[in-house]
């Protein structure tokens, strides 16, 4: 079934309260577009799996295709992908799918949980796909059935059309690429031209197979650019970090403002700014801007969300909200802080704004550190300056 898816003190350094624009994390129904997708689903469950293919499609016998008005319900009983990590295929199971379906499917997740029980009922479907994870009603995860077999060949077709390039089966069938199922449209608020910029870092961050776009309704959405080969590490930590926030049915809302009050970004303000960001560089050693933004979306996504009110706390480096977001661009840029100023030789502007350094030093697993020297004036960072330590 297819779904379109500080405290100011604590914010005076250059990584401190960090923000990063990222909105709307809301469900597109599957209407006329999406029949497109169902249709190419059950044709490869028959092909695969055998039988009539009926109720192949996901929707709970008794229902009808839901369109575009569809109930929104859904929408807020979708789980993270992130919080129910599913297990595996069974490993019969997958072998045989493999063999049909001529794809990998060692990355697809089963969700059979309470949770994804309940998101299923409410979209009124036996199953759906968001990504590799599939999510199933009470008691239609039967692969040693038909029609449970049927129903799991259905939604591997959405697996492999959610991966975003055309793909041939190996039964010869055609299967168009989709939208990854559930996917909650991100929409930057703010000047038009430093959206741009956000997305252009973003896109640092997804490359080579996937790129970030704004629609006609000025949200982002993910697609595939088209190109092959693996991404670095460092990308795929930003691509699974990001999906993992863009496949939850909660919304998270940040500004994008350029040269602006926050350093980086502020928790307390929600935004981030997107010049200080540019200023710390892509593939370098040390702070990248890639990371900054995945640490903004974090830190954002646990204030918003969070599911305590210590999760959605400041926090410090190791707790709250900047811990998470902290660890998740530290996991990005592969380094551990040794060593860390924060601002000094600080003065204040009239207007309240800082002026001052800041020097952190990275290390490595294979020993070797840098130092990273930020300048900052009137809370913009003016220079970065980096040096390999003995």
């Known amino acids: 079934m ?3 898816v500080q405290n100011p003190s604590q914010e005076s350094t250059a990584t401190s309260g960090r923000g990063f624009d990222f909105r709307q994390i809301g469900i597109a129904r599957p209407g006329r577009r999406g029949e497109h997708y169902e249709r190419e689903a059950d044709r490869a469950a028959t092909h695969v799996a055998g039988g009539s293919g009926e109720h192949a499609s996901g929707l709970l016998p008794g229902t009808e ?3 575009a008005p569809a109930a929104g319900r859904d929408a807020e009983a979708a789980p993270s992908s992130t919080r129910a990590g599913g297990r595996p295929l069974d490993r019969g199971l997958r072998a045989a799918m493999e063999a049909r379906f001529g794809h990998d499917f060692s990355q697809v997740r089963v969700h059979t949980d309470s949770r994804a029980a309940a998101s299923a009922q409410a979209a ?3 199953a759906y796909t968001v990504g590799s994870h599939i999510y199933f009603a009470p008691q239609r995860y039967a692969a040693d ?3 449970g077999r049927r129903l ?3 939604e591997l077709a959405h697996v492999v059309q959610q991966q975003g390039k055309t793909a041939r089966l190996a039964t010869g069938q055609i299967l168009s690429p989709a939208p990854i199922s559930v996917q909650h449209k991100l929409a930057l608020t703010g000047n038009a031209a430093d959206i741009n910029r956000v997305i252009t870092v973003m896109n640092a961050g997804l490359a080579p197979q996937f790129q970030a776009r704004l629609n006609s309704a000025s949200e982002v ?4 650019s088209g190109l092959e080969g693996p991404p670095t590490a460092a990308n795929q930590t930003f691509i699974t970090r990001l999906r993992a926030i863009i496949n939850e049915s909660a919304t998270t809302t940040v500004s994008v403002v350029a040269g602006g009050v926050p350093i980086v970004g502020s928790y307390a303000l929600e935004q981030i700014d997107i010049a200080d960001i540019e200023a710390l560089g892509i ?6 801007a890639r990371a900054a933004l995945l640490h903004e979306l974090i830190e954002q996504r646990q204030k918003q969300h969070g599911a305590t009110a210590a999760e959605r706390g400041y926090g410090s480096p190791t707790t709250g909200a900047h811990g998470e977001g902290l660890a998740a661009e530290l996991g990005m840029i ?5 060593s860390d100023t924060n601002l000094v030789g600080a003065t204040r502007n009239a207007d309240g704004t800082m002026n001052g350094h800041r020097t952190v030093v990275f290390r490595y697993p294979d020993g070797t550190r840098f130092r990273v020297e930020v300048t900052l004036d009137h809370n913009n960072i003016t220079n970065v300056r980096r040096t390999r330590l003995p």
């Open 334 to 338: 592969g380094a551990v802080l040794e």
């Open 221 to 224: 959405e993910i697609v595939s």
């Open 2 to 4: 297819q779904r379109q």
């Open 283 to 288: 593939g370098e050693r040390g702070w990248d």
């Open 124 to 126: 009124n479907a036996q």
């Open 152 to 154: 799991v060949a259905h």
């Open 145 to 147: 059935t038909p029609a």
């Open 65 to 67: 295709r839901q369109s």
